[in-house]
């Protein structure tokens, strides 16, 4: 649901993080840790354009639920490896408000997987990198999520 977590490698438990909890600043990303693409948002235009001088689809969003933190976003997926490259969120204004850069994919558990990604705002786009490694299959036990009483 609207709930978010941190499960942490090692723990027992994952903890649910309350609203006033959550980090503010363009580097936490609470708001876009939160977002799942496929199912927060709905494509409207798919159309062929370049991003950094190299080819790719723009695929624009628009969310489908009043709670999600952005109304309008951009994807911009490379043509070559249809792999995502970027994905730009906005304020009502129309003004940049978050954007995530995407590493090139790596090879792991024999598919691609993205490597890493950055994560700022228009002023800072660097200003948070995160790198990904160590994957393993599965999804995480639901016991993990139950609060104890």
Avoid: N
């Amino acid at each position: 649901g609207e709930g978010m977590w941190l499960l942490t490698p090692g723990s027992k438990r994952a903890i649910p993080v309350t609203p006033q909890q959550r980090l503010i600043g363009s580097a936490a990303g609470g708001d876009l840790a939160r977002l799942k693409l496929g199912t927060d948002f709905q494509p409207m235009v798919v159309q062929d354009a370049t991003k950094d001088g190299v080819p790719c689809w723009r695929v624009d969003l628009e969310a489908k639920r009043p709670s999600v933190p952005y109304k309008r976003a951009e994807l911009w997926v490379l043509k070559a490896g249809e792999v995502p490259r970027s994905v730009e969120f906005f304020f009502a204004s129309g003004k940049l408000a978050q954007e995530i850069r995407f590493d090139a994919p790596t090879q792991a558990l024999g598919r691609a997987l993205i490597a890493g990604l950055k994560m700022g705002d228009g002023a800072h786009p660097d200003q948070m990198a995160m790198k990904l490694s160590h994957w393993k299959p599965g999804e995480p036990e639901a016991a993990l999520f139950e609060i104890p009483k």
